[in-house]
């Protein structure tokens, strides 16, 4: 567990939970020049080369409690940065990687999810622009990123609309890996991405408690190998006031169906 936000405090603060005893332990890092101090960021595992890093992209923080900031970042007037740095697990390192491609502006409260040991999807966020639509595929190195903004082909093309505070979760099927989008701030409706296809379907006639809600959580349990359940857990409502009950969602394969 790295970072967050809460009682007006933003944190760097690098925690490891040990299952075998079941407890926290703060983790030293061996370098100096990590992350600034921030929540609302996207964290990942990578695995390459036999050896495990987390990666944390963008997020918003306070530029009087910042770190020496990383040379090829973009830090906005009200606090969001597109930081993206490595933690190698094994040598407690922080590690600033050589970024190339679509490298997204100063971003919070967007979605990333690890699509296999060493790529990812991005999507939505909150940005000095307002909501963000925008959708990257990213591939990590040992020692770069590159990022791929996938372009909205507009028209009478399916896209969800802005948002920030939604939930995403990778379901993996026989006709490859889709990412699901639930909720979010100002965009309360659920989109499944084909990720191979790149094609977004909307999800319609769903319980109105399932995507009126943002800052949720959101998790996936195979039960058949055509059906899988998407638990979704707490968040806030259109006024801020909290949920705090469990919906599930039954998809089947005729889901996936483009």
Known sequence: ?????????????????????????????????????????????????????????????????????????????????????????????????????????PISSFTLTPVTNNTAVMFGGNTDNGESSKLYMISFTKTSVDILEVPNPGGSVQWPKGRWGHSSVLITTSSGPHLLVVGGRYAYDVWLLDINKRKWKELINLPVNVPERFWHSLSVWSVTPTTNWIIEFGGRRNNYTSYTDTAAIELSTYMYRQ
């Not at 061996?30 to 390459?48: E, N, Q, R, T």
């Not at 007037?77 to 491609?101: F, K, L, M």
Request: proline share 6%; net charge negative.
């Open 1 to 105: 567990m790295w970072g967050g936000f809460g009682f007006a405090v933003h944190y760097d603060v690098m925690e490891v939970y040990h299952l075998a005893t079941g407890a926290w332990a703060v983790a030293y890092p061996s370098s100096d020049h990590g992350p600034m101090k921030k929540g609302y960021c996207g964290i990942v595992l990578a695995h390459f080369d036999s050896e495990d890093y987390l990666v944390i992209i963008g997020g918003l923080g306070s530029s009087s409690i910042n770190t020496p900031k990383q040379s090829d970042a973009q830090y906005s007037a009200h606090g969001g940065c597109n930081e993206i740095d490595y933690y190698r697990i094994s040598s407690d390192q922080w590690i600033s990687p050589v970024v190339t491609g679509d490298r997204p502006p």
